[in-house]
């Protein structure tokens, strides 16, 4: 059966010495160093899943025609694991992120990975490369994704596919402590349309929002906000983020899910924790109207990000064509600080899990 899947090790043959590795963990940035290992299983119409190894890291041997290359089949996801302080290796929600990957294939035309051989090829690379899991505020950022492999050119779904899972120690996102960030409201740029993939975790979501970003940095943003393709009126979400809005009267309100927006599993995670903590939690549209004349009234007092990789970011500036303005004198508000501090306790095992969301890894297996 392709959900059990024997995925085979092939160790590499030099990786990387103890200490050039405690070097490089010293300091791992994010996003530029990778471990020594991957996963990879291969998929072909009529054979379905198979070849599933944990090799070493190396380039991919790719034919100039393959698809991935012209028409965009490819598809992702990013999740972490953590070092707890009992020396166990957790990883948060890994099933959820099966599935939104298994969504992702749909809306893409691609071939659906099993859950099980999901959370075992990431299980599998964990084990492997446990070495390079960061102590202190530091995990192991994984991605695994999936590209069209076969060579041709035509307007179809491809009828080959490689599944892969690589991985990178990170330190903590933000240097010194989270900040509040700086966000650039575009009006020239949508970064998806009803019926398009604004669901699915894709690259060409991200390739689609680079030019709107760039104009963030140019305004002195940190992130840019993307509004409604329809009406360019209601907020969606961040380039590469969620975002919800805090105000006065312990009301907490979200854009909602529809096609266009991404389900970001930071996003559930904390809509049920404010739910769990009694706020009076809305999944509706939230127009760039509203959230100046909340602002400047101050019924509205905290708005904030959230995704993997930086968890929650509270929004302290907000800046647009028309001018700018902030929110909580630029400052980060008690409802995001302690729904972060929560759900990176759950996270790390530092804080009761009451909705069973830890993963733990058997690294004897």
Known sequence: MEDSL???????????????????????????????????VRWVE??????????????????????????????????????TRGNDVVLFRPRENARRFVA??????????????????????????????PTGEGSLYLRPFMIATEAFLGVRPAAEYTFCVIACPVGAY?????????????DAYTRAAPGGTGAAKCGGNYAASLVAQAEAIRNGCDQVVFLDAAEHRYVEELGGMNVFFVFDDGTMVTPPLGGTILPGITRDAILTLARDEGLNVQERLYSFDEWQADAASGRLKEAFACGTAA???????????????????????????????????????????????????????
């Open 311 to 365: 968890v929650l970011a509270a929004i302290g500036e907000i800046r647009h064509v028309g001018g700018a303005f902030k929110i909580g004198g630029g400052q980060e508000g008690p409802v995001t600080t302690r729904l972060r501090d929560q759900l990176t306790g759950i996270q790390r095992c530092t804080a009761p899990d009451p909705h069973g969301w830890v993963h733990k890894i058997d690294m004897e297996a």
């Open 174 to 186: 933000f240097k010194g402590g989270a900040k509040p960030v700086t966000v650039w409201v575009s």
């Open 46 to 83: 009529g054979k379905g899943w198979h070849d599933a190894q944990v090799r070493a890291r190396e380039p991919f041997q790719l034919d100039p025609a393959a698809a991935v290359l012209h028409y965009a089949q490819e598809i992702f996801e990013g999740l972490k694991a953590y070092r």
């Open 6 to 40: 024997l995925i085979t090790r092939r160790p590499h043959a030099s990786p990387t010495p103890p200490h050039a590795r405690a070097a490089l963990l010293e300091d791992p940035g994010f996003g530029k160093i990778f471990t020594d290992h991957m996963v990879t």
């Open 104 to 133: 992702s294939a749909d809306r893409m035309a691609m071939p659906k990975l099993p859950e099980d051989l999901f959370v075992g090829a990431i299980e599998a690379l964990v084990r492997v490369d446990a070495d390079w899991i």
